[in-house]
């Protein structure tokens, strides 16, 4: 498959946004937009599943156009089995956000095409195989961002859209030293080439903190977190949605992709100090989120707990821990878009978020409590949902790694699920069960697109959770790639 | 042949004919403002065509005077930068008294700069520099009405003189030194002694002037301030533009042997200019002291990639001016249009400002993200090849300062997209309708600033001109 047409899809459909007419049309695009990625993507993940084998190179569907001859800049794109998870997880969270977002009236057009622009940003950056494209593609995805949270955001929406942006360029800046400093020592923006080159290990010390902090900023990495609380409550729902599900993902898969991979050495020496701010990021986000009172609040702050078991996942330095860092990368992804689904649609009944002001919402509006509490339990690993498969993943993985100190943060990170539990059952108790406020008894159930949003999205959380293997077959080739390199094992 | 000379110094020749032909213009009968500006803009567009038309290299006049392709590229870069300028100028020019004597005066101060580009010899280098600084202060005074105008045309014929002293005396300890004054030979005779490297700083202090480096940039602001929105986006884009392709040329070919001495004083220079304009940027109300300030932040980035002395540096830097020209003339473009319909110049002035111009907006928006550096648009190129090509070096704590600066250039302009799209304002810019001129300059300007980037072709002739370098 020419894997092009992914980022010249959501493109034409951004295009073709600006010249529509009317709010009917811009929506009937945008969604024939995401229906085609989907299909795109599933069509892609067939291809692969059909023509992947043991002998298959590790990088499949590959494309190499010279960009920049004389700095050696190619438009080089080609996917393995992570990234194909990546863009299946884009795909399901395009979709279900345009499809959230129906109703959208204020600068319709310009809100849709903010989103198709930050898919392609996504898109591009996961199919990229040469870090000049990918880092270009990483920050594309940022300035969309900025204005959908400033424009259609709520509450303090100028300060969070800054504050986003701020960080987010921080993060990239970092990566651009990091990347220079790959390509100064080996004269390529080829992963795969980089990949095959002994690096120095005193230049892999020198650069993987650039690299690995500067994607960090992008997944959350504590100290770094403090953009999420803010940006995803003061965003638009499907903002908060390409966000969490999206662009937090864009610095998971950096710091697998680029940072240990290219710099298997340095991600061994340091991985003692990943471990130790991916726990602190576990536990700190966990009791933050008891401490909150917005619903909104308390799903971003539990998806820096969530994100730090992305992180452990890449610091243990296994292979399961690996896969499950994957795995949480995708689980995260459509639980927390699920979540911000519901939460937006129960905001844009109620007009609040407030967990103490809502209550007894399970009688007017079961469908939407029912997504809700779908999310809650996945969120809190509930068996047959992703989120048990993902986080059992990780922390299996991360008992492997034999070192006392690495089992005790593992440890940590496992009792962090109880504080899990406390919040999500409280904030799910109060809101959907209890007396209910007698103002929402008028409230109407969701709409079509709104079940169909939270159904495509439930859809892939169920699967995950039921038939890992599935994923885990996808995936697999791809971490032992990783894994490999890192341990220096030779095929 | 004698006759050699027509087709090595065209690019100058074309510009003084079209001097002529407006001075003639000019004493014949009386025309309309409209028509002049016509007859103008179909000359300067000729004049940029004609410019890409035999490009050939040689020497003139004992190497006072030498050209080769990137030097025709270079004064096409220009020629191209006051085209748009010429035609996003209509509207404020459309009531003015000397409409030809304007042209007249921004077209020598052309002329100077291609002769300075063009220069084998610092005392023609000199001369260039000198022709292309007094037209331009007059140029400066062409609000007549303003008196902020006059004093800012004073503060540049001021600041001016100050640095042409310094550069004359440069050049005189330069030629003390090394008993010529010729480019190829001066390197034959630099031996890094205290003296050489004295009227070194004397040249250098003299290039900062004019390109505004920290700490050299004081007039900078209040000049921008005070000059007409034409005269202002000249200054800032085409002047400065000129006189870095010759900075760039002349530190890596005459003063190679001093390299390890300017690229000490580049790596302080740049990190001081690019926090100043950063720093003072961020202050900023009026939109052209802003963009006076973020003018200063960007040369201390395209110093960054001069001082990686690389044939990447050199490409970088003349590949980022095209983009230059670009981007800052389409906010230029934008501001010139707002100040000549409302007279608003303040960055407050343009809260609210999409919901009455959503397509000056945009562009407006589209140039100042490339300005910051943000892709899709070329300035994410232009600015990702000068760091590059300044890591070049290994100096990687110098990159990381000047990437991490790039943080602050992004808040300040974000806050103008914040105050376009976000801020609340009970009286917006009112509905400014855009005349066909300027409409075209933006349009071509955003069309460059989108495409620049993605056609490579563009990056790989210029980096292919730069090897001489």
Redesign the interface.
């Known amino acids: 498959m020419n894997l092009s047409l992914l980022i010249i899809i959501p493109l034409l459909t951004a295009v073709s946004i600006l010249f529509s007419r009317g709010l009917k049309q811009v929506r009937n695009i945008s969604l024939a937009g995401a229906v085609v990625q989907l299909g795109l993507a599933f069509f892609l993940l067939f291809q692969y599943m059909q023509q992947h084998t043991a002998s298959s190179p590790e990088m499949m569907f590959q494309y190499s156009y010279s960009w920049f001859k004389p700095l050696n800049i190619n438009y080089h794109v080609g996917v393995d089995g992570i990234s194909i998870a990546m863009i299946l997880l884009t795909a399901f969270i395009v979709i279900a956000g345009i499809l959230v977002s129906w109703t959208t009236e204020k600068l319709s057009k310009e809100f849709f095409f903010l989103l198709m622009l930050l898919s392609v940003g996504a898109y591009g950056f996961f199919i990229s195989l040469d870090l000049f494209t990918l880092f270009f593609f990483l920050e594309i995805a940022v300035i969309p961002k900025f204005l959908l949270i400033g424009i259609w955001g709520s509450g303090k929406k100028e300060y969070s859209a800054m504050k986003l942006a701020l960080m987010l360029m921080g993060g990239s800046a970092l990566v651009f030293v990091g990347l220079a400093g790959i390509y100064f020592n080996t004269h390529t923006f080829n992963i795969l080439q980089i990949a095959q080159m002994p690096v120095p290990l005193t230049v892999q010390k020198l650069f993987f903190p650039f690299a690995f902090i500067g994607f960090g900023v992008f997944t959350a990495l504590f100290p770094f977190h403090t953009w999420v609380p803010d940006g995803h409550s003061s965003a638009p729902t499907a903002a908060s949605m390409f966000l969490a599900g999206i662009s937090m993902k864009l610095g998971g898969y950096g710091c697998l992709r680029v940072a240990t991979y290219l710099m298997p050495d340095a991600a061994q020496a340091y991985s003692w100090v990943i471990i130790l701010f991916a726990t602190i990021a576990i536990i700190y986000g966990a009791f933050a989120t008891l401490m909150q009172t917005d619903l909104k609040y308390i799903n971003a702050y539990s998806s820096i707990s969530h994100c730090g078991f992305v992180l452990l996942g890449i610091g243990m330095l296994t292979k399961t821990s690996i896969n499950g860092a994957v795995l949480q990368m995708v689980s995260h992804g459509l639980m927390t878009a699920l979540f911000f689904a519901a939460i937006g649609m129960i905001y844009s009944r109620t007009h609040t978020r407030l967990v103490a002001e809502l209550g007894g919402l399970l009688k007017v509006t079961p469908f939407i409590s029912t997504v809700f509490v779908i999310a809650g339990l996945c969120s809190l690993g509930l068996p047959g949902l992703s989120g048990f498969v993902a986080e059992i993943t990780v922390f299996m993985g991360s008992w492997q790694n034999p070192d006392k100190w690495y089992r005790l943060a593992t440890v940590l990170a496992c009792a962090s699920i109880v504080v899990t539990a406390v919040y999500i059952l409280r904030a799910t108790g109060r809101t959907i069960m209890g007396p209910m406020n007698s103002a929402y008894e008028t409230l109407t159930d969701a709409k079509w697109n709104e079940k169909l949003a939270a159904g495509i999205l439930i859809i892939g959380i169920v699967i995950i959770g039921v038939a890992p293997f599935l994923i885990n077959q996808l995936i697999g080739p791809g971490t032992d790639v990783i894994i490999n390199k890192v341990l220096g094992v030779v095929k | 042949m004698w006759t050699d000379f027509l087709i090595l110094m065209k690019q100058e020749m074309m510009l003084i004919v079209i001097i002529f032909i407006l001075l003639f213009l000019k004493l014949g009968k009386d025309r309309s403002n409209g028509s002049y500006m016509n007859i103008v803009n179909i000359l300067l567009l000729t004049n940029l065509f004609a410019g890409f038309l035999w490009p050939t290299e040689g020497v003139l006049f004992n190497e006072m005077f030498r050209t080769n392709k990137l030097m025709i590229l270079e004064k096409n870069i220009l020629n191209l930068g006051i085209l748009i300028i010429s035609l996003q100028s209509t509207s404020w020019l459309e009531t003015h008294k000397h409409v030809p004597e304007f042209y007249i005066l921004l077209l020598s101060t052309m002329v100077g700069m291609f002769f300075m580009i063009s220069a084998g010899n610092l005392l023609m280098f000199y001369l260039g520099l000198e022709l292309s600084t007094i037209p331009l202060a007059a140029a400066a005074n062409f609000d007549l009405a303003k008196r902020r105008s006059s004093e800012a045309a004073m503060k540049l014929i001021f600041s001016s003189a100050l640095s042409s002293s310094l550069l004359l005396f440069g050049i005189s300890i330069i030629y003390g030194t090394t008993g010529t004054l010729t480019f190829s030979q001066i390197p034959q005779y630099l031996n890094n002694n205290p003296l050489q490297i004295f009227a070194f700083i004397l040249l250098l202090a003299g290039f900062a002037f004019k390109i505004s480096v920290a700490p050299f940039h004081l007039w900078t602001a209040d000049v921008y301030e005070g000059a007409p929105v034409a005269v202002t986006s000249f200054l800032s884009v085409i002047s400065k533009g000129a006189v870095l392709f010759v900075f760039v040329s002349v530190l890596y070919t005459v003063f190679k042997p001093l390299a390890q001495a300017w690229y000490n004083m580049l790596f302080l220079l740049s990190l001081l200019t690019i926090i100043v304009g950063n720093l003072f940027a961020i202050r900023q109300d009026n939109f052209k002291r802003f963009l006076a300030f973020s003018s200063i932040a960007q040369v201390g980035f395209i110093l960054v990639g001069i001082s990686g002395s690389s ?2 540096g050199a ?1 970088s830097v003349v590949y980022f001016v095209l983009i230059y020209v670009f981007s800052n003339l389409a906010a230029f473009g934008v501001v010139s249009l707002v100040s000549s319909a409302t007279g608003k110049e303040s960055i407050s002035d343009y809260k609210a400002f999409y919901r009455t111009n959503p397509v000056l907006s945009w562009i407006l928006t589209i140039a100042l ?1 490339s300005l910051a550096g ?3 648009t070329a300035g ?1 190129f232009g600015k ?2 000068l ?2 090509a300044g ?2 070096k ?1 100096n ?1 704590l110098f ?2 300062i000047a ?2 600066n ?2 602050i250039s ?2 300040y302009y ?2 103008i ?2 105050a376009i ?3 609340e304002n009970l009286k917006p810019i009112e509905k400014i309708s855009i005349p066909l001129m300027p409409k075209l300059a933006l349009y071509a300007c955003i069309t460059g600033v989108i495409a620049v980037g993605f056609i ?1 072709y563009i ?2 002739y210029i ?2 001109l730069s090897t001489g370098i």
């Open positions: 044939q990447a490409a993200f943000v892709p899709p994410f990702f090849f760091l590059f890591s070049g290994g990687f990159i990381s990437a991490l790039m943080i992004f808040y974000l806050r997209v914040k799209f976000m801020d490579s990056y790989d980096h292919l």
